[in-house]
């Protein structure tokens, strides 16, 4: 088995720190093997980001994605550039609120509001977490147990129960 | 030279830079190391020191305690540690 | 603190340096936190450095990390001083490490040279990314390696480790410090962008469980003490700073005190010493990964990120009743030329790297007059895909001039 | 007067043969030069100071002065040009117990090295820094360098140095030197005095000695031999036992100008040891 995990969206979104997490669910709590890379750019804040999480029953050879099974796509521009990709892929999240997909791609595609759950619950920042926990749900690639211990485990612990709040209303989406 | 000469150098400032107590030595000159610079004997303040007209292996003439000048080192030990090439030393006379 | 000091520590640290707070364990990290967590396994207290992208993770882990097992941190004004400074922290028997890529590793050529000439050791991690000049700071190459064996003035042999893992940029960065301290030289560990960034599982096994191994250092009283009076195995034994041993290191030509001797006499025996040192030890350092060589027939030769899209084009190779295998230089300098030669039915073989032919020069010298060689590659910035490699493997063989 | 050339000498005679490696004397330097009379002031003063002898570390770049590791005998690291400081750094970091010290020319000090100068001072390294200023590049036959004294002759300034010099005690206080002084060779008393007062002190110390190179600098700028520069130094050197900092930008040397010699310097500053032991008790504390 080996499936690519593809999150795209823009930086400040929490898209690196969404593939950490399941990377880290997928390695610490479970027997799989994860490998997580990501595009690099000299702006932190704003420009488009990337990050990708190949996952294996084996020891993962390559780590480059280039055909992703599952796409999760936070922005816009993120979403026009992989449109070929989200066509191809046999699961798309997106943020309903944030993006508009191609009617084919809209049509098998989870869009659901990441976003909007986040300031639900008070604080934007968590919608990467909303989407995560979306995403343990529809990809069911590692078990709900190791996302919630990896979440727990990258969080600071003044925002874990927050976080856990966002998980949990993304797994409920 | 030129520069220090227009400014009145003369032999009479060869004064040391700092007081001496009044002791007696005896100078020894390692003359293999000796490189006549000339320091010690250009700045003993007791003008003990010349330069030999012997010359050592490689081509200098080491300093020497001028004839009858023997008894006039003051121990002051400048020439000691003036000198670059470890060639001198005084050892002072027990009083 | 506590004055007593487990035997892996350096001697000297006032800070009395502790290992206490080994990070052990299931833990998902990057190949430059990996290479900062094997520096502190190692023994490693002191780091010197500069910023530079994609290096920077190594620095800030170890700024944090180094002051809670009480080694020490410092950020160097430049990547000159930085090199310098870990050579003045190993002469008193600290294990001592920097951590740059392309354009630090540039400016740091001259002091290399002077550890192999002194023979200190210590270690200096390379992070490639894409050159010359600024090139492509945020992504990956591979085009240091010839600076790597060649890039300090003057004859000598560089030992260069090159991983393909977080966990085995965690365990090369180990085997560097003894194979440093072991052979009092400096040894290069070579990683790249892809894996310096990239994160995945590493287990970090208890203190104590990968051995760790001290330089030589010297047993004579001071006055049967020669600073450079090799033993048996060309390694003279170490004396520190501070033992009273009244050591000499120059850079000059010396001769076996330590004193300059700038002679053709003095430097014909130093030199080939310096040399031999290496090549005579190569079971100290020498690591390769073979898959599916046995009976191979098409060989690719691959190191770094780069060896694992090569082991995709392998096995997609087998799939399709190609006899490929992989050759895989862990330790990439001094190339494993006698592990090449002894892979008998190969008769072409596919250098993959991410630059316009580095590694291939070697191979081609090593089997050129028995095999094909070619190289497939690119000009940094993007790691070559399996199939690209695969590519390459299954083109026709080119007609012999 | 004791031996002449033809007799063997017994192995020890100066008083400083057991701190040399005395088989090795006599040195490289030119007749006249000065750097002797400052490696033997630096003795002098671990020797007063009572720095333990196994303790006694002498870091060298490369130009004449960083010779002194070939003669003084100590744990002695000849490195490479302009790099004195820094692996002075490392070496004192990692073994804090060790009296260390850089000893080199200006060119090593200021120009290849001089972003490094600027960095230990600003961090208070615990490091004495000696320059032999020269005013030029000696070994390499008397270039023009950092030191070379406006309208100064040179073999790379035939027509007279365009460039300025730096003031070195200026540079070293305002980068952060805690302690700083200057003293021609002729001072040799007073430099001995320092050394033996400044080697177990703590912080950034900066030390520069106005040394005859007659064979490069004094010949070719009409001062003459050596022990005419030393005349040269006699004639025009004004002590100033302490210099207030406000007055420090008033210390340049100038061709045929008077020199001002003195303590410049001496003030209390954190040095780095101490501010990263708290660090490190910070990053004990916290993270138990």
């Known amino acids: 088995m080996r499936k690519e995990v593809r999150f795209a969206g823009f930086g400040g979104q929490g898209v690196i720190l969404s593939a950490f997490i399941l990377g880290r669910a997928v390695s610490v709590h479970t ?102 926990g979306a995403f343990t749900n529809a990809s069911q690639i590692v078990p709900r147990e190791a996302m919630e211990a990896a979440l727990r485990e990258t969080v600071k612990a003044s925002t874990r129960e927050l976080n856990m709040k966002a998980f949990d209303a993304g797994a409920r989406l | 030279m030129a520069i220090a000469n227009s400014l009145q150098t003369s032999h009479g400032s060869r004064a040391p830079i700092d007081k001496p107590t009044r002791h007696h030595g005896t100078v020894h000159v390692i003359e293999l190391r000796c490189k006549e610079c000339n320091f010690c004997v250009q700045f003993c303040p007791e003008e003990v020191l010349e ?45 | 603190m506590s004055e007593a000091r487990s035997v892996t520590e350096p001697p000297n640290l006032i800070l009395s340096p502790v290992w206490d707070r080994p990070r052990t364990g299931t833990q998902f990290l990057s190949g430059d936190h990996a290479c900062a967590e094997g520096a ?362 | 007067m004791t031996a002449n050339a033809e007799v063997a000498l017994p192995p020890e005679l100066h008083p400083y043969d057991h701190l040399l490696r005395s088989a090795d004397l006599p040195t490289i330097w030119c007749p006249g030069c000065g750097i002797g009379t400052a490696v033997g002031a630096l003795i002098y003063g671990f020797e007063q100071a009572g720095v333990p002898k196994e303790k006694r570390v002498i870091v060298g770049g490369i130009g004449c002065s960083s010779r002194i590791v070939f003669y003084a005998k100590t744990d002695a690291y000849h490195t490479t040009h302009g790099r004195t400081i820094p692996f002075a750094t490392g070496l004192k970091l990692c073994n804090p117990s060790l009296n260390v010290v850089a000893f080199a020319g200006d060119g090593d000090l200021f120009a290849i090295g001089g972003n490094h100068f600027i960095h230990a001072a600003r961090r208070n390294m615990d490091i004495l820094v000696v320059c032999i200023n020269n005013f030029n590049y000696g070994m390499t036959g008397g270039q023009g360098g950092p030191t070379t004294p406006a309208g100064a002759l040179s073999t790379t300034t035939p027509y007279g140095n365009p460039e300025f010099p730096f003031n070195l005690p200026n540079l070293a206080w305002a980068t952060g030197a805690t302690y700083v002084a200057r003293w021609t060779t002729l001072d040799v008393r007073r430099l001995r005095n320092t050394f033996a007062d400044v080697v177990n002190r703590h912080g950034f110390r900066f030390v520069e000695i106005l040394t005859p190179c007659p064979v490069s600098f004094g010949k070719t700028n009409k001062i003459g031999s050596g022990v005419e520069e030393m005349e040269y130094y006699q004639a025009l050197e004004v002590l100033k036992s302490r210099v207030e900092s406000t007055e420090i930008t008033k210390t340049d040397i100038e061709l045929g100008k008077p020199i001002v010699v003195g303590t410049f310097v001496d003030r209390e500053r954190e040095t780095f040891r101490e501010r990263y032991v708290r660090v490190v008790a910070k990053a004990r504390g916290s993270k138990s």
């Open chain 3, 40 to 401: 502190l396994y190692a023994g490693c207290r002191f780091f010197a450095g500069y910023p530079i992208t994609p290096a920077t993770e190594i620095a800030e882990r170890l700024a944090e990390r180094l002051p809670e097992v009480g080694g020490q941190y410092i950020q160097m004004e430049d990547e000159i001083a930085s090199m310098i400074a870990i050579l003045g922290a190993s002469v008193t028997g600290a294990k001592s490490m920097t951590a740059t890529s392309g354009p630090g590793f540039s400016l740091m050529m001259e002091n290399l040279g002077l550890a192999y000439m002194m023979e200190v050791p210590t270690v200096v991690v390379d992070v490639q990314r894409g050159g010359p000049s600024t090139g492509l700071p945020t992504t990956v190459g591979q085009q240091d390696m010839m600076q790597a064996r060649f890039g300090p003035h003057g004859d000598f042999t560089s030992i260069s480790l090159s991983p393909q893992s977080p966990q085995e940029a965690f365990n090369l960065t180990i085997h560097a410090f003894n194979v440093a301290e072991r052979l009092r030289t400096p040894v290069l560990l070579m990683m790249d962008e892809v894996v310096g960034h990239m994160h995945e599982r590493v287990v970090i096994p208890p203190p104590g469980e990968i051995p760790l191994v001290a330089r030589p250092r010297a047993t004579v009283p001071p006055e049967e003490y020669h600073t450079y009076r090799p033993g048996p195995d060309l390694v003279p034994p170490m004396a520190l700073a501070g033992e009273g041993y009244s050591v000499l290191f120059t850079g000059l030509t010396h001769d076996e005190d330590g004193r300059p001797v700038t002679t053709y006499a003095a430097q014909k025996v130093l030199v080939p010493r310096l040399r031999d040192k290496i090549l005579k030890n190569r079971d100290v350092y020498e690591r390769l990964g073979l898959y599916k060589t046995e009976d191979a027939t098409t060989l690719v030769v691959a190191y770094g990120i780069t060896a694992r899209s090569a082991r995709r084009a392998v096995d997609l190779g087998r799939e399709k009743g190609l006899a490929l295998g992989l050759f895989r230089p862990i330790s990439v300098w001094p190339f494993p030329a006698e592990q090449l030669r002894s892979l008998k039915n190969v008769t072409k073989i596919v250098v993959a790297e991410i630059n316009l032919g580095q590694v291939v020069l070697e191979v081609r010298r090593i089997a050129g007059p028995y095999a094909e060689v070619v190289h497939v590659g690119n000009p940094g910035g993007q790691v070559i895909s399996p199939e690209t490699i695969l590519e390459a493997c299954m083109s026709p063989r080119r007609a012999k001039p």
């Open chain 2, 51 to 95: 330069i030999s007209d012997h010359y050592t292996p490689r081509g200098y003439r080491p300093a020497r305690v001028k004839t009858g000048k023997e008894g006039d080192c003051i121990a002051c030990r400048f020439c000691e540690h003036v000198c670059p090439d470890y060639a001198i030393y005084v050892v002072e006379d027990s009083p």
């Open chain 1, 31 to 132: 027997p799989m093997h994860a490998t997580m890379t990501q595009s690099y750019g000299p702006e932190s804040r704003g420009g488009s980001c990337e990050a990708d999480v190949v996952v294996g029953d084996a020891e993962i050879d390559t780590p480059m994605v280039t055909h992703p099974d599952v796409l999760v796509l936070l922005s816009q521009e993120a979403a026009t550039k992989h449109m070929d990709q989200a066509r191809a892929a046999s699961l798309v999240l997106s943020d309903v609120d944030l993006v508009h997909l191609d009617d084919d791609v809209a049509q098998k595609a989870h869009q659901l509001p990441f976003t909007r759950t986040a300031d639900g619950l008070g604080r934007r920042i968590v919608a990467n977490v909303v989407m995560l």
